[in-house]
């Protein structure tokens, strides 16, 4: 992957990071004071929370990459997992994910790094690693990605894929589908190269901003399915779903679309 892109985007997170505390207003901080508190708490995450009882997280070392600011990996130890270990690009999301951690009081690490340059000395150390939505698309290569997760997980460790369904991204915001809708308007479903966003990242209040660049990647089904096979992992599991991941309340009808998506994996032993 272009290491220029990778600063950018490292960048516009340190951003937007900032936009995304300030909306919060200490909303988790005050949260993870309460042992009870999760971020696990909308319509939609009642299935994902199914799947993860399904896979029984106690005692087991868990890993999330990447992180954003840890609130879902401290979360999910709480499912009574004996560690988990965070890694993300932003500067900021991980120094957020620390504090985070000394209010909370988790057996939780966080490591502020390039995804794709995680050390070998994390080899085969991970039972679950737990992939959320909005994280494949900020990766060019989904084989390198898919790889790094192989390679952290021990012999028959699982991977849970809970994302953003391709199709969804056809509702951008810039697509006016008030009007009648014509094709031009979609993003295409083939494209490979980078896509440019320059809008600003804060999906927690949606204030526009005079945001830093960054660059996104539409994959297909296919792209990641083969990714998860060519990187040694065995695909026990997928299901799609209608639920809404992001928040866009102009669209009607968006029940009849596939807009989310689970996957199930294992790490062949």
């Given at each position: 992957m272009n290491r220029d892109i990778c600063e950018k985007n490292r960048e516009a997170w340190n951003e937007a990071t900032v936009y995304h505390q300030k909306a919060r207003n200490n909303f988790l901080q005050e949260g993870f004071k309460n042992s009870n508190f999760t971020t696990l708490d909308r319509d939609c995450d009642e299935i994902l929370i199914k799947k993860l009882n399904e896979l029984g997280l106690k005692d087991k070392i868990i890993a999330q990459l990447p992180c954003n600011n840890g609130r879902e990996l401290l979360s999910l130890v709480k499912f009574g997992a004996k560690k988990g270990i965070g890694f993300d690009i932003s500067d900021v999301a991980i120094a957020e994910a620390n504090e985070l951690k000394a209010i909370s009081n988790l057996n939780v690490e966080f490591y502020r790094t390039n995804i794709l340059d995680i050390d070998d000395t994390f080899n085969e150390t991970v039972d679950f690693i737990y992939i959320s939505e909005g994280s494949l698309q900020w990766f060019s290569l989904l084989d390198d990605y898919f790889k790094i997760v192989s390679k952290l997980l021990k012999p028959n460790?699982?991977?849970?894929?809970?994302?953003?369904?391709?199709?969804?991204?056809?509702?951008?915001?810039?697509?006016?589908?008030?009007?009648?809708?014509?094709?031009?308007?979609?993003?295409?479903?083939?494209?490979?190269?980078?896509?440019?966003?320059?809008?600003?990242?804060?999906?927690?209040?949606?204030?526009?901003?005079?945001?830093?660049?960054?660059?996104?990647?539409?994959?297909?089904?296919?792209?990641?399915?083969?990714?998860?096979?060519?990187?040694?992992?065995?695909?026990?599991?997928?299901?799609?779903?209608?639920?809404?991941?992001?928040?866009?309340?102009?669209?009607?009808?968006?029940?009849?679309?596939?807009?989310?998506?689970?996957?199930?994996?294992?790490?062949?032993?």
């Open positions: 460790g699982k991977v849970l894929i809970y994302e953003i369904h391709p199709f969804a991204y056809f509702f951008e915001p810039s697509n006016d589908l008030d009007k009648e809708p014509t094709l031009d308007i979609f993003l295409s479903y083939f494209e490979k190269s980078a896509y440019s966003y320059k809008n600003g990242l804060d999906y927690v209040s949606g204030k526009a901003y005079e945001a830093k660049e960054c660059c996104w990647y539409m994959h297909k089904i296919s792209d990641i399915i083969n990714a998860l096979i060519c990187s040694g992992l065995e695909i026990e599991r997928m299901d799609e779903y209608n639920m809404e991941m992001v928040n866009n309340e102009r669209v009607k009808n968006m029940e009849k679309f596939p807009l989310s998506y689970i996957i199930n994996c294992r790490k062949k032993g």
